[in-house]
């Protein structure tokens, strides 16, 4: 089955502290794999693809296929970075995204 | 430039009715996705259109849901005979291809069935 599991519902935090946003997936084939964020009375948006390699707000996330994870990281959290981040896959072949449950960061001043 | 739009914001509706939901995709974007948030779970697909045809209707969950799409722009989501466990939130995203990875969202409607 494909399934992206998020297991935190919330992560709190102060600012300064690192920040990992866990992900975990189940899918055979080889996964395209992204972190959306939605932050408060605002739209759902991308922010990031593991294809990119890319760092968005001090944000990364690497690929692990061993343990099945894309965990999203952050060596200082910001207050600005509280928000409901979701884990999404994108099954080979198709055009529809697999979400998890979300994890909602708060940081704390 | 206007980003996805969705109508109405927020919809009651008494059990049984039948309801309509709109999105009004970024123009120029050929494919558009719905999707729906219930009450502590995440994001589920819906369908999928690419122009005004849906290669993908897989998360459709019964037959009394169902979408078109007219025009390659604006979608319909109709809801038949509602039930209270259709309640969510229904979000709409668009993205210029197929080949674009990026979904661009919609601010969603709040759809509550009493």
């Known amino acids: 089955a494909q399934r992206v599991t998020q297991p935190e519902k919330l992560l709190s935090v102060f600012k300064g502290a690192p920040v990992e946003l866990k992900c975990n997936y189940s899918?055979?084939?080889?996964?395209?794999l992204f972190w959306y964020v939605q932050y408060s009375r605002q739209r759902l948006q991308l922010l990031l693809r593991h294809i990119s390699r890319e760092s968005i707000k001090g944000f990364t996330a690497d690929l692990n296929k061993g343990e099945t994870s894309f965990h999203l990281k952050k060596p200082f959290a910001q207050e600005e970075d509280s928000a409901m981040y979701y884990c999404a896959l994108r099954p080979a072949k198709t055009d529809k995204l697999i979400f998890g449950t979300g994890t909602r960061l708060q940081v704390f001043p | 430039g206007a980003g996805v739009s969705q109508s109405p914001s927020n919809k009651v509706t008494e059990k049984g009715k039948d309801v309509e939901l709109r999105c009004d995709p970024i123009?120029?974007?050929?494919?558009l996705y719905w999707y729906r948030q219930s009450l502590g779970q995440g994001l589920e697909f819906l369908i999928y259109f690419q122009g005004n045809s849906a290669p993908d209707k897989s998360g459709l969950p019964s037959d009394r849901f169902s979408a078109e799409r007219t025009g390659g722009s604006v979608s319909t989501l109709t809801i038949q005979r509602t039930q209270q466990e259709d309640s969510a939130v229904y979000l709409c995203?668009?993205?210029?291809?197929?080949?674009?990875?990026?979904?661009?969202f919609g601010p969603g409607t709040r759809l509550t069935v009493l």
């Open positions: 995203a668009s993205s210029p291809s197929r080949t674009v990875d990026t979904q661009y």
């Open positions: 899918y055979s084939g080889s996964p395209e």
């Open positions: 123009s120029g974007h050929t494919a």
